[in-house]
């Protein structure tokens, strides 16, 4: 049964930091693109960041140059760091595998995703 399983959220105060992890248990993703989202309090679900079977890494403008997208195939993680928080980062943030190698920042282009973590960043 494939599984992707989100870890490291939490309350952090603006200006701060986190490291958010996706492990997939169950099948091996190497060879598809892997995505991070989020959904903020009343909004939409929303891209923000992904990252390609090759490691081509591609960002929404809100987070370009404070977050950073990562993967270690060995270990079947995906990494989200994430730096110069900002109350408006403040979500629930999910990751998802890609249906295909190359990457988009569509949700219908992702076939599994995780169950969530909280970030709240405060003011």
């Known amino acids: 049964q494939v599984q992707l399983v989100e870890s490291g959220g939490g309350l952090v105060q603006a200006g701060g930091s986190l490291r958010l992890s996706c492990a997939a248990n169950?099948?091996?993703?190497?060879?598809?693109?892997m995505g991070w989202f989020r959904r903020a309090p009343g909004k939409e679900r929303e891209f923000v960041s992904t990252i390609t079977s090759n490691g081509s890494t591609y960002y929404a403008d809100s987070v370009k140059g404070r977050f950073t997208i990562s993967r270690d195939k060995t270990k079947n993680t995906m990494y989200l760091q994430m730096n110069s928080l900002k109350p408006e980062d403040t979500a629930v943030y999910y990751c998802?595998?890609?249906?295909?190698?190359?990457?988009?920042?569509?949700?219908?282009?992702?076939?599994?995703w995780g169950q969530g973590t909280q970030v709240t960043v405060s003011s």
């Open positions: 169950g099948r091996t993703f190497s060879s598809y693109a």
């Open positions: 998802a595998k890609g249906r295909y190698r190359r990457t988009s920042r569509a949700e219908r282009e992702y076939d599994y």
